[in-house]
């Protein structure tokens, strides 16, 4: 059987950079707070815990004090850079320069005359909030093509994306906007925001999944660009698995399969993928 790890599986560069900075700050035995999930993988989670970086919750954050806290890829609303400030934490800032820069977008063009921000994107999810926390009087959210039927419009409206929705859907997303503005005599302004380390890895992975008998898929239980990617594999290759770790795979997927191919979300380690090999290399 003939294992290959696609090439561009790996952290994307924004992960990179936000885990660079809190294994530098560890390695020289400071404390180390992180605001959510450094990233949607429970095992580099845990592999930066097991160095001491202690993760809270956004709820907890006022409560803490005089210490160190480092902010993730996805990036925080101005609220949480506040809440920093009174109770004298030094932020470690680990916002993506591609989120920072969507975040930046948000806000001026919410300081405009008759504007309305709407952001196409899971609600809830952290990097959401943070581009929402930019301007929530002026922002609302939707998280479907549906919702983009029955939304509110308004006569100018400035829409962005989560970083890593899927395209075809913000391109449904954009067509239905278009129409409904059309007819009520409005514009709509669109920022295509989704990232490009997501969406350009889409035609190389369909051709990965192509070229092998089976797929196995490594990423976080909660990973959004995980799923994302993860469904361009499997319309491809309808054999494929996604796993949380090598404990998860089955000796049984592999009958008959002369060649594997593994890749993972844009949250996934390379050291993780190299694991996940070794253990079906052992099969
Ligand atoms: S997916 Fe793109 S925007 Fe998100 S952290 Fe990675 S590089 Fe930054």
């Known amino acids: 059987m003939k294992v290959s790890i696609e090439e561009k599986s790996g952290f994307c560069y924004g992960v990179v950079r936000a885990v660079e900075m809190a294994d530098s700050i560890l390695e020289k035995g400071e404390a180390l707070y992180c605001l959510g999930q450094i990233v949607h ?12 970086m202690i993760t809270i919750s956004r709820d907890e954050l006022p409560a803490y004090r005089n210490c160190k806290m480092l902010i993730r890829a996805h990036g925080e609303p101005p609220s949480t850079y506040e809440i920093a400030r009174k ?5 470690i800032d680990g916002t993506c320069p591609i989120v920072r820069k969507i975040q930046s977008g948000i806000s001026a063009k919410s300081a405009e005359k008759d504007v309305r921000i709407l952001i196409f994107g899971k609600k809830g999810h952290p990097e959401v909030e943070g581009l929402y926390g930019q301007s929530p009087e002026k922002s609302f959210v939707i998280s479907s093509v549906e919702e983009a039927r029955n939304t509110q419009v ?8 989560q970083t890593t929705m899927d395209t075809d859907a913000f391109a449904a997303v954009v067509s239905i906007l278009e129409g409904r503005l059309q007819q009520a005599g409005g514009s709509l302004v669109v920022h295509n925001t989704i990232c490009g380390h997501v969406s350009h890895r889409r035609p190389g992975l369909k051709k990965f999944a192509l070229e092998n008998d089976m797929v196995i898929f490594v990423g976080g239980k909660h ?27 089955e000796k049984s997927w592999f009958k008959d399969v002369e060649t594997v191919g593994l890749t993972g979300a844009t949250s996934t380690p390379r050291w993780q993928i190299d694991l996940v090999a070794e253990r079906i290399r052992g099969f």
């Not at 993988?41 to 001491?52: A, P, S, Y």
């Not at 109770?87 to 932020?91: A, K, R, S």
């Not at 308004?154 to 994306?161: E, K, V």
């Not at 990973?223 to 795979?249: D, Q, T, W």
Request: hydrophobic fraction near 35%; include cysteine.
């Open 87 to 91: 109770n004298n934490i030094e932020i």
């Open 154 to 161: 308004a006569s100018i409206l400035h829409l962005y994306s």
């Open 223 to 249: 990973s959004s660009n995980g799923k994302v990617l993860f469904e361009v594999c499997r319309e491809a290759n309808p054999r494929s698995f996604y796993v949380g770790e090598p404990e998860e795979l």
């Open 41 to 52: 993988n429970e095992m580099e989670v845990k592999r930066l815990e097991e160095k001491g």
